[in-house]
């Protein structure tokens, strides 16, 4: 259906006068996830066009951006839009799919679309940020990922993930203690060895597994190891502590902050963003 083709659409703030940090923000867009081929059974496809409020919280931080026109921060903002459909050209599992970053990714189930999703385009920013050498950057993926996160801290709170170069910067707790000032709560999760072990390709055919073949809820560390297959695929593991350019990543998962449905969409992380880059609260 040509009207459902992806796209992905970049947003951009520039700021008068000198730029002392960036702000790099890639959505989740899934216009409506009904799993694809491994498609969600027993009613519980209803709600799945709020997928997209990763996306539509690019949106709006950027759209806050340009009425608060701050000094000294740029903004780059990336929605991946996409449809996540059941049809002959759909995707399925077993498929091998390789990344921009050149990784071999083997499909472990379509409904974990949103890594897939964010993962080239994420890819994109990386280098965006390497080639225009974008001062103290700061990239976080932010997206409705996982049922496994509304399971681990309930209704009302984000969880953040962060790579080395960005727990060293405490961004996440500065992001939580934002949040606590303006009402956005979150917790801080943890990316382990075993996220990145769980991914690792299990033949000579790939690199790293996209994931198993069980929703995240019946996954140990269910929202932890999808930001490790992210920062895996993206190539981001080559910018670690101890790499020649290290780069400050996160990952927001906002499937429990995100609103109930039926019901309006609470806008999170948006506020907490604003109070940490913008505010500086």
């Known amino acids: 259906v040509t009207r459902h083709n992806a ?20 959505g989740k867009g ?28 690019v949106a709006g931080f950027l759209q ?11 903004v780059l903002g990336a929605m ?24 071999r990714v083997r499909v472990g189930n379509t409904d974990a679309e949103g890594r897939m999703a964010m993962a080239d385009v994420l890819c994109h920013m990386k280098e965006k940020v390497i080639k225009d050498n974008c001062p103290d950057p700061y990239i976080f993926t932010i997206a409705t990922l996982t049922g496994h996160a509304v399971l ?5 709170y984000s969880i953040i993930m962060e790579n080395g170069p960005a727990a060293l910067d405490n961004v ?41 073949n069980a929703p995240s809820s019946r996954t140990p560390r269910g929202h932890q190891s999808p930001a490790a297959f992210i920062i895996l695929t993206t190539g981001l593991d080559k910018h670690d502590v101890n790499s020649q350019i290290p780069l400050k990543y996160s990952h927001i998962d906002i499937a429990g902050s995100s609103g109930p449905f039926p019901g309006i969409p609470t806008g999170s992380p948006i506020p907490a963003l604003t109070a940490n880059f913008l505010l500086n609260l």
């Not at 996409?82 to 759909?90: A, F, M, T, Y």
């Not at 681990?152 to 009302?156: T, Y």
């Open 80 to 103: 991946s839009m996409v449809r996540n459909s059941v049809g002959s050209e759909c995707y399925v599992s077993d498929e091998l799919i390789t990344s921009r970053a050149g990784v």
């Open 64 to 74: 806050t951006v340009a009425e608060l026109k701050p000094k000294g921060v740029r």
């Open 30 to 57: 899934v216009t409506y996830d009904t799993g694809g081929a491994d498609i969600k059974a027993g009613g519980v496809m209803a709600g799945m066009h709020r997928d997209k409020c990763g996306a539509a919280a």
């Open 172 to 212: 996440g707790r500065k992001l939580q203690n934002a949040g606590h000032v303006i009402g956005d709560m979150f917790e801080v999760s943890t990316i382990r060895r075993e996220d990145y072990e769980h991914h690792k390709g299990k033949s000579e055919y790939e690199h790293v597994l996209q994931c198993n």
């Open 152 to 156: 681990a801290v309930g209704d009302g």
């Open 7 to 26: 796209r992905v659409i970049f947003l951009t703030y520039e700021p008068e006068g000198p730029c002392e940090k960036t702000v790099v923000l890639v």
